[in-house]
């Protein structure tokens, strides 16, 4: 089984980005603990972050036969980006949406999502450790297919 974990804008700065809202775990240190539960889970993982809408975009278009399901925390194109939702509809790979915030305790623009009603699951307010539960959970769900 093979899962494409897909993080969007700012996320790179994770671990000094505002520490008080997303902690002090880097992005590298979130990838590591994330492989090592894909690891145990015995699943392959495909990792990426990006900056631009648009290769976020093609990486979901990508998805068809290239993963049996993903794990993505859209960022600021959770609240904004209808080309993203298009993409997974386009696509219909099952995916968990995470946020490490809680998303619905902040400002009432990150309040709605244009992707939660199309995701499997949604995992927000946990902190990094939302990744490794959303992992689970995805692959809970396809393994009971
Ligand atoms: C985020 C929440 C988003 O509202 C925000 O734009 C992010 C990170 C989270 O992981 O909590 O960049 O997706």
């Keep these: 089984m093979r899962v494409a974990v897909l993080n969007g804008p700012n996320l790179n700065l994770l671990g000094e980005r505002e520490p008080s809202l997303y902690g002090t775990t880097t992005l590298a240190e979130l990838e590591a603990e994330v492989r090592a539960a894909a690891g145990r889970l015995g699943v392959e993982l495909l990792w990426m972050q990006t900056n631009h809408e ?12 290239a993963a049996d399901g993903a794990v993505v925390n859209p960022a600021a194109w959770t609240h904004t980006s209808v080309a993203l939702r298009d993409a997974f509809l386009a696509v219909g790979v099952p995916f968990v949406e995470v946020h490490l915030s809680n998303i619905h305790a902040r400002e009432p623009f990150r309040r709605r999502s244009l992707l939660a009603d199309l995701a499997v699951g949604v995992v927000a307010g946990l902190g ?18």
């Design 128 to 145: 990094p450790a939302g990744y490794r539960f959303a992992l689970e959970g995805l692959v809970a769900h396809l393994r009971g297919r």
């Design 54 to 65: 648009g290769a976020l975009v093609e990486a979901v278009q990508g998805l068809r036969g």
